[in-house]
């Protein structure tokens, strides 16, 4: 098996995945099938793109597929393999927690949520101590290609709406050992935001803050994000998957002709605010250029809208101030973390690695970021950190 070339994934994960053999296959492509006859006849593995596991490395995606004699005759198949590396030190109270995603499958708490938000279908869990844990999960296909209209973006805010929604109030209940508060770090940001002060017509600099405008209301944002942080203090508190866009989530249509939402990349979940998964939808999609900045502000409507929704479909009848206020704290909170990611873009290297992970040029990558700091420091604007509205039933 040619190596991976992943970071924190070492010869000894490559060796395991090549062994990879009908024997394994097998017993999964039953469960894929739902025929306890099915014997696999013939696969092929793929290396899916991914593996930065949240910005902290350590995973890799396959897609195993092929075909399997059943009693019904010969059957097409396909599965994804998540690998998830041990990441010596972390802990499960901690974030990141390299096992936090196998953690949330193995609980009950995702079946327990009520609506229209819901993990892929795990078929088996695998575990080699000291070395990874493996998700063998349900490869699936987004019915628009991933290229979302607006009112699946809606539609999506909706689902998230009745999962958060479902928790409010009932967080006392979860008890879980990797179940914790997920809040921003910030400790790579403050060298980007030297970095910005100290050298701002550096090519890469330059074309993130171009202005002497922009820089100065990064640093107004800088030195205030301790008072970003306080501010989600009296927010309605709840457990939300916290990394909510496109590329982790799959528009599907249930049997009965219901719509859906899958969500994959459970690695970051944990309690929140109301809010917080609005915000990483809006804010991931313009970053991963999934949406045009331009029509930032439709994007904005349709998914707060949305989640309202879902957020009353699931019983909580807070007022728009709240969902607003928090939706607008994540959007700030979690750029200014985020911010600590352009340290990535000075390497000349991993330009070539950044629009592969994004799929758009990288030339374009910079632009898009750039006008993203912008919608995101007028969103700064609006936020009263004096204010703190009341939170509704909780």
């Known amino acids: 098996m040619e190596s991976l070339n992943l970071p924190g994934i070492g010869p000894a994960v490559e060796r395991r995945v090549a062994a990879v053999d009908a024997e394994t296959l097998t017993p999964i492509v039953r469960r894929v099938l739902d025929d306890v006859t099915a014997a696999v006849t013939d696969w092929r593995r793929v290396q899916m793109r991914g593996g930065s596991g949240g910005g902290h490395f350590g995973t890799a995606l396959f897609r195993f597929a092929g075909t399997a004699a059943t009693r019904t005759g010969v059957r097409e198949w396909s599965v994804v393999l998540k690998v998830l590396a041990e990441r010596p030190g972390e802990t499960p109270a901690g974030h990141p927690y390299w096992k936090r995603e196998a953690e949330a499958y193995r609980s009950d708490l995702l079946e327990d949520a009520r609506g229209r938000?819901?993990?892929?279908?795990?078929?088996?869990?695998?575990?080699?101590?000291?070395?990874?844990?493996?998700?063998?999960?349900?490869?699936?296909?987004?019915?628009?290609?991933?290229?979302?209209?607006?009112?699946?973006?809606?539609?999506?805010?909706?689902?998230?709406?009745?999962?958060?929604?479902?928790?409010?109030?009932?967080?006392?209940?979860?008890?879980?050992?990797?179940?914790?508060?997920?809040?921003?770090?910030?400790?790579?940001?403050?060298?980007?935001?030297?970095?910005?002060?100290?050298?701002?017509?550096?090519?890469?600099?330059?074309?993130?803050?171009?202005?002497?405008?922009?820089?100065?209301?990064?640093?107004?944002?800088?030195?205030?994000?301790?008072?970003?942080?306080?501010?989600?203090?009296?927010?309605?508190?709840?457990?939300?998957?916290?990394?909510?866009?496109?590329?982790?989530?799959?528009?599907?249509?249930?049997?009965?002709?219901?719509?859906?939402?899958?969500?994959?990349?459970?690695?970051?979940?944990?309690?929140?605010?109301?809010?917080?998964?609005?915000?990483?939808?809006?804010?991931?999609?313009?970053?991963?250029?999934?949406?045009?900045?331009?029509?930032?502000?439709?994007?904005?409507?349709a998914v707060l809208d949305g989640y309202r929704a879902g957020l009353a479909d699931a019983g909580w009848d807070g007022p728009d101030a709240v969902v607003t206020r928090g939706y607008r704290l994540h959007l700030v909170n979690r750029w200014l973390e985020w911010l600590g990611a352009i340290r990535v873009s000075l390497d000349d290297g991993l330009h070539d690695w950044i629009a592969d992970v994004v799929g758009e040029p990288f030339e374009d990558v910079l632009a898009a970021n750039r006008d993203v700091h912008r919608f995101v420091l007028d969103a700064v604007d609006d936020v009263d950190l004096a204010e703190s509205p009341s939170a509704g039933r909780s």
Not at 190 to 196: D, I, N, R, W
Not at 255 to 284: E, F, K, N, S
Request: glycine content about 6%; overall charge negative.
């Open 117 to 301: 938000l819901v993990p892929a279908e795990l078929y088996r869990v695998d575990e080699f101590d000291g070395e990874a844990v493996w998700l063998w999960l349900e490869d699936l296909t987004d019915e628009y290609g991933g290229d979302w209209p607006l009112e699946q973006y809606r539609r999506a805010a909706r689902h998230l709406g009745q999962f958060d929604g479902a928790f409010v109030g009932e967080t006392d209940r979860i008890d879980e050992p990797w179940v914790t508060e997920r809040t921003f770090e910030f400790e790579t940001t403050a060298g980007v935001v030297a970095l910005v002060d100290r050298v701002p017509d550096d090519p890469i600099v330059s074309r993130h803050f171009p202005t002497s405008d922009d820089r100065q209301r990064l640093f107004a944002a800088w030195r205030d994000r301790e008072r970003f942080l306080d501010a989600r203090a009296n927010l309605p508190r709840t457990f939300c998957h916290f990394d909510a866009f496109g590329r982790n989530l799959f528009a599907t249509t249930t049997a009965d002709g219901t719509p859906q939402t899958v969500a994959i990349d459970w690695d970051q979940c944990g309690m929140a605010r109301v809010g917080d998964d609005a915000g990483a939808l809006v804010l991931l999609t313009l970053l991963f250029v999934d949406w045009p900045v331009t029509r930032a502000d439709e994007l904005e409507r």
